[in-house]
């Protein structure tokens, strides 16, 4: 065990400085997803048919192909119709773009979980659909959906992982790098599954502290 | 004139719930629908600020046409209060008074929340301001949407058995609540079976059945001497305690 110690010590700062990549393409990721999502949930509830269609497509599109699958496509097939990115931004965009079709699902089922009632008093003072939906079913929606939400986002926490697949420098990739120095994979990967742990662990205490915060007697 | 309904027609699928309902309103009136379960009451109030469409008919409010180009702005002129209240779950009770003024009166914030706790203390509810809607009674949730109602300043106001999602004993705060109205010049169109605000507040009772309006006068005439057996029928029901 304290050699495991003294393993980790040595190679930790080469692996935590992987720890802005992880969490900044976390970040954003899941930014453009619940962006995008809230769009997508708002198409599929709201949508006239074609862009109730086209959002459903969107969404089935998006969950039925795993996430490897798209983030390869995006960074290695688009370049043969002449958009390039580079693999952190191609991480980005893939993660994003699916978390967007799961947390569209989240967010629909959290709106619709809102009593008709609702929508019917905001538009019987005079509020148009967009503003009932922004002032009274969003707010709602938001809170109810917060521990579905919350489990998105330490599942994508652990997909950024798979952006080691396309080159992208965050913590996996540095630690199977180690592995290959040292030869000491048990022990690399063993400290990488620790550094998870205390990651997921963190944004799951300040996600349950934002939905007490925001916690509402009756919601 | 404030309010002409016109020749009112609904129906869902095959069932004609409403078949050509007309009336009209003076200022600082109070008319009182009633009539058995299932006749259209509720709805013919929907219809009358389209948060149902009506398939045929003409609703005017101050001798405009309610559109669906206006109709947004015509809202805020008919205030509607709900059977089962229908308050804003996420917002204090002093914040689902203040928020038609804030978002469509174009108050700032102070403005609206001053209305607000005014029009609270109107209906009894100062001392509730702070509470969610979670933590209020009934009737304390019923005085709150009327609140809010009253909030838009409206030129009318729509109840739709605003007492009967209550509990016997919380029925009279929002009875009393609406005698002041009523006797504060507010024009009302009430669906209820309350008698004792009909008696007091109601300058007509429409008596509705089928989707028709079969009988309309004072409450005199209507509670003294009904000219139809239906409606006497119906009164003799609900005077001796029931619903109908
Ligand atoms: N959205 C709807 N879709 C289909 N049918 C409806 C709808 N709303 C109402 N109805 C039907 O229309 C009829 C009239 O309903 P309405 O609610 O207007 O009656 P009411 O007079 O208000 O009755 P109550 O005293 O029970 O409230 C009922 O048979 C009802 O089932
Ligand atoms: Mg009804």
Redesign the pocket.
Known sequence: MSEWFDFAIEHLPYVLQGIPTTLGLWASAMVIGAALGLVLAWARIYGSRPIYLAATVYVEIFRGTPMLVQMLFIYLGLPEIGIVFDPLTAAIIAIGLNTAAYQAEYFRGAVRSVPVGQMAAARALGMGQFQGFKNIILPQALRRVIPQWSNEAILELKYTSIAYAIGVTEITARAEKIGYETFQFFEVFLLIAAIYVVMTSVVAQILLFVEKRVSVPGL | MLLRVENIHKS??D?E?LKGVSFDMEPGQSKVIM??????????LRCINHL?EPDQGHVFVDGEELTSKNLNAMRQKVAFVFQDFNLFTHLRTVDNVAIGPRKLRGFDKKAALDLAYQELDRVGLSDRADAYPAELSGGQQQRASIARALAMEPKLILFD?PTSALDPELTGEVVSVMNKLASEGMTMLV?SHEIGFARQAADEIIF?EGGKIIEQGPPSQIFEAPQQDRTRAFLNVIEHGGHE
């Open positions: 869902y699928g069932a719930i009539g058995p379960s299932g006749t259209g009451k509720s709805t013919l149902t058995e669906v509705m």
